[in-house]
């Protein structure tokens, strides 16, 4: 069953009808968060309608302690669980040992590796079982993400993937934030728009695209970790509306 967003009266419950959608086409959908700026909109909207949609976390063990004090200030408001998936220990300690701590600003292979370990590998744990997943990207966020659809396929898990927030400017995402009081990351006031691992995040300069502090030090490479693979977008017939614009660009 679908829902036409087009219809829908304001951003707020346009979103909240793509998120109902997406929890009434599905039996275990699952919100991977970031705890970034767009995760605490999505998690704040499918609190308020109160939705069977599971909400996880990576702590990828690099994180920002403002990053993990975030984690318990949701758990504190929305009274949700948030399960938090971590890195295999044998895995992340043979890293260092071949790799150094923080071998992942010698390459971009021991760049990916530190992800693959730290990331990748627990959002494969997390996403066991699933059938559907969302995130929060947004076209805004960078060219690496021009592209984005709201509805893709996540052809290597065989599962749904959902961008809600994908057609949403900077300006609807702060306005729903400043609307709902939802709380956000307090680096975010300090420069840092794209917040990842504490070792591989800057602050950006003016004029720089959101994602530009993160892995900084790379150049020529997509400014990516490897958990969004290459995805489908999902084409649709004329009988089942799309999840089209929510009207907050
Ligand atoms: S962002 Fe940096 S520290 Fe975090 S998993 Fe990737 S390489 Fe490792």
């Excluded at 790799?99 to 997390?126: M, Q, S, T, W």
């Excluded at 396929?153 to 599962?159: L, P, S, Y």
């Amino acid at each position: 069953m679908g829902i036409d967003t087009h219809t829908a009266a304001s951003p707020d419950a346009a979103l909240a009808a793509r998120l109902r959608r997406i929890a009434a086409d599905h039996a275990r959908p699952a919100l991977a968060s970031s705890l970034g700026a767009e995760d605490m909109v999505l998690l704040d909207a499918i609190a308020e309608a109160e939705l069977p949609i599971a909400v996880f976390v990576i702590d990828t063990g690099r994180l920002h302690d403002e990053t993990l004090q975030l984690l318990e200030t949701a758990r504190r408001r929305y009274g949700r669980a948030i399960e938090v998936f971590r890195p295999l220990e044998p895995a992340v300690e043979a890293y260092v040992r071949d790799h150094g701590l923080n071998g992942f600003y010698d390459g971009v292979a021991e760049r990916h590796l530190c992800c693959g370990i730290r990331k990748v590998e627990p959002l494969a744990r997390a996403l066991a079982g699933r059938d559907a997943w969302l995130t929060g990207q947004r076209r805004a966020q960078g060219p690496e993400r021009a592209s984005l659809r709201v509805e893709e396929r996540d052809v290597e898990r065989g599962i749904a993937k959902y961008n809600p927030l994908a057609d949403w400017s900077d300006d609807a995402l702060w306005r729903y934030i400043e609307r709902h009081d939802v709380p956000v990351n307090a680096l975010r006031a300090r420069g840092y728009p794209s917040i990842g691992c504490e070792p591989c995040t800057r602050a950006i300069k003016p004029g720089e695209d959101a994602r530009a502090g993160r892995w900084w030090w790379e150049r020529g490479t997509a400014k990516e970790c490897g958990l969004h693979l290459p995805a489908i977008v999902v084409e649709h017939t004329a009988a089942r509306p799309t999840l089209s614009s929510t009207g907050a660009a």
